[in-house]
């Protein structure tokens, strides 16, 4: 089969491969739909730390049918034509990071991690352990449950950090497919959400995906813009996912203020003498638990959410240079390579 992989120079090539056929407890993907995340731009442009060595197989938004088991795999655990979601990471699977679903942060061994370490699902077929599987729901799409497998999980998990935020405003920093995603989350649990973006097209998907305000700190003061639209009191919630304003984050941030961070590198820094008065509780996030990404799609389906208008663009393996020739603009929009049935 030909699959994508990044050499690390700005292009994308495909690559043969052969077709994977699956050992004691793993399973074979047929590929239906893979989503293109934000940091797959970091091996793609051969960032530092970043360099997936031009072997693997890029894609870490897999979505798919189950097209073969291996031994040892029970009818419980994957059925051969079953729709599924993946979690693109897996551990040791006995530590207790692994045992409370959180694979990435596994305590005995770096996880391997689709895309970087394991090979991902920018190909017709993956191998993926049955245990990384999540049943994808009737109602949803495979490029939904691609989504929710990376980028959507990631505002998901993001917000699950923040608590309870119904009937609060929460301020969404960048609009871009994450972004997005949480305003969309924030507003269909019941929060009044202020999106951040200094992009005209981004702010007006944002108005689309359920944002009350928007706001383009081109063009106003954002400490005084939020000032103005919360009686002076700041944001109750900020949700930072652009990576580039951790600063502005803080600026808008209220008393008893909560802010979550995920967007990368996400600078932060502040004076504790400056803010202690203000009782603030700062944190970051790592994509989201293998139960959360699970119980995302549950409520994607829930609450009717718009998940596949997050995709502005679909391509096909072919297209693989010029579809990431266009993300690594990173105007607008999210892609997905979608397969043939
Ligand atoms: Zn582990
Ligand atoms: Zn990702």
Redesign the pocket.
Known sequence: MKAIVFPGDRTAVLKEFPDPVPGPGEVVLRMRASGMCGSDLHFYRGSVGFAAGGGTIQGHEPCGEVHAVGPGVTEAMAKVGQRVMVHHYW?????????SGW?Q?????P?KTMSATAHGGHAPYALVPAHTLLPLPDELSFKAGAAVGCGTGTAWGGIKRLGEIADTTVVVFGQGPVGLSATMFAAAMGARVIAVDIDASRLRRARDFGAHEVLDPAEVDLAEAVGDLTRGRGADVVLETSGRAGQDALDVLGTFGRACFLGLPGEVRFSAEQHYKKQWTLMTSWTMSTIQQARCADFIVAHHLPVDDLYTHSWTLDQAAEAYTWFDEQSDGKGVFEFAE
């Open positions: 551990g040791c699977q006995t530590c207790r990071r692994c045992r694979p942060m596994c305590e005995t061994a996880a």
